[in-house]
């Protein structure tokens, strides 16, 4: 699949919610779920800002000069819970993130129909730019673990070649980037759960049960 050559971002709909993809040149970079108001919410908060108002990437701006109404500018409107993700994937990449609506169809594509299930794999990987050391081992493992299958932390940690890792695992995988395209809803505790907190929305198990549902195993969490 091509993607573009600049950081770039877009919102697809999910029956989990909105999902917010950022990618690079090298693949999926981040993704979030936006599910619930409280949610939003709690983001707004975080970031300081209110309907109405305009930040601009202050990297590109010192460096060509931006200024508001300039095409770095970010319009903070009806959907600016974005902004945190988009700006702390601009402090990792460089670069701020771009709208990329058009560039991503086909990206978008492909998670309509894997949410439909017609496709049980994408033609994008994770850009994992930024994970070392044992917890880009550990992605690596999760990257082959195939659909509706699972492995628990304590198998992940073995083939990720620390065997006594198993907490590893988990805090890597409660840290996960890249939701979806990593498939970090295939990894389970040793009794079969997903790990979830209490009182989550719950995507990983939802997202398993989906592949199952797929394969014959299950009922389908949204259909």
Not at 9 to 34: K, N, S
Not at 84 to 92: N, T
Not at 149 to 161: I, M, N, P, S, W
Request: with cysteine; hydrophobic share 35%.
């Amino acid at each position: 699949m091509h993607l573009p050559s600049h950081p770039a971002w877009t919102w697809m709909d999910t029956p989990l919610g909105d999902l917010l993809v950022v990618t690079t040149a090298r693949g999926i970079y981040r993704t979030e779920f936006w599910s619930t108001q409280a949610v939003v919410q709690e983001t707004r908060r975080a970031v300081g800002l209110e309907p109405g108002r305009k930040r601009t990437d202050p990297t590109a701006a010192a460096n060509s000069g931006a200024a508001l109404g300039s095409p770095h500018e970010v319009h903070l409107d009806e959907s600016f819970e974005q902004v945190h993700v988009l700006e702390a994937s601009a402090q990792d990449l460089g670069s701020y993130p771009q709208p990329g609506a058009a560039s991503l169809a086909e990206l978008r594509s492909q998670v309509e129909q894997w949410f439909d299930g017609h496709r049980q794999d994408f033609d994008v990987a994770p850009d994992l730019t930024g994970q070392h050391g044992f917890r880009l081992e550990i992605y690596r493992v999760i990257q082959e673990i195939p659909f509706g299958q699972t492995a628990t932390y304590g198998e992940v940690a073995a083939l990720a070649g620390s065997p006594r890792a198993a907490r590893a695992v988990g805090t890597a995988c409660r840290d996960i980037p890249v939701s979806l395209f990593l498939p970090v809803h295939r990894v389970t505790r040793a009794d079969g759960s997903t790990g979830e907190a209490s009182g989550s929305d719950r995507h990983r198990s939802r997202l398993l049960q989906h592949e199952q549902a797929v394969l014959g195993r299950a009922v389908s969490p949204w259909n």
